[in-house]
């Protein structure tokens, strides 16, 4: 049987800093108005994606395939301990080190493979990562 502990175990065995398993559903009225206002005042810059479907953003329900109703949400830093030579310009830690897109792609599939293997009612093909492939506001999501 699969727990939540099973879960964050495995989680944290590949290398994530946390771990948590939260019912999907609509972001408080205060926190949508503050995200909708950020848009407002083009904090978003070039990153005009955020705009779009900004309603939906706010329930990842609307976004997430087949009526999710829960997610595993996970938590990695990309923080490298990698020095910048101090004659150059500075980047970006996230910046620095490898692609993150690409890091937790891998770790997310082993995740992924985990549960899988766990739950024998999983398609893989009906779940997904999302490093930055549906864009919603998940650390409204981590903080529940």
């Not at 503050?34 to 609307?62: E, G, I, N, T, V």
């Not at 999710?68 to 910046?95: D, E, I």
Request: proline share 3%; charged share 25%; with cysteine.
């Amino acid at each position: 049987m699969l727990t939540v502990d099973n879960i964050k175990n495995a989680a944290r065995d590949l290398g994530f800093d946390a771990c948590g398993v939260v019912a999907l559903g609509h972001l408080p009225n205060e926190q949508q108005q503050r995200f909708s206002a950020w848009l407002s005042k083009d904090y978003h810059a070039c990153m005009s994606y955020l705009k779009r479907f900004s309603d939906k953003r706010a329930d990842p329900r609307l976004i997430l395939r087949d009526g999710a109703q829960t997610a595993v949400v996970v938590l990695y830093s990309y923080n490298t301990r990698q020095q910048q030579p101090q004659h150059l310009p500075q980047v970006s830690r996230y910046a620095y080190g490898m692609d993150y897109h690409e890091l937790l792609k891998k770790k997310l599939w082993a995740l992924l493979k985990v549960l899988h293997y766990a739950v024998k009612c999983f398609e893989t093909g009906k779940t997904g990562d999302f490093v930055k492939m549906r864009c919603f506001l998940e650390r409204n999501i981590f903080d529940r």
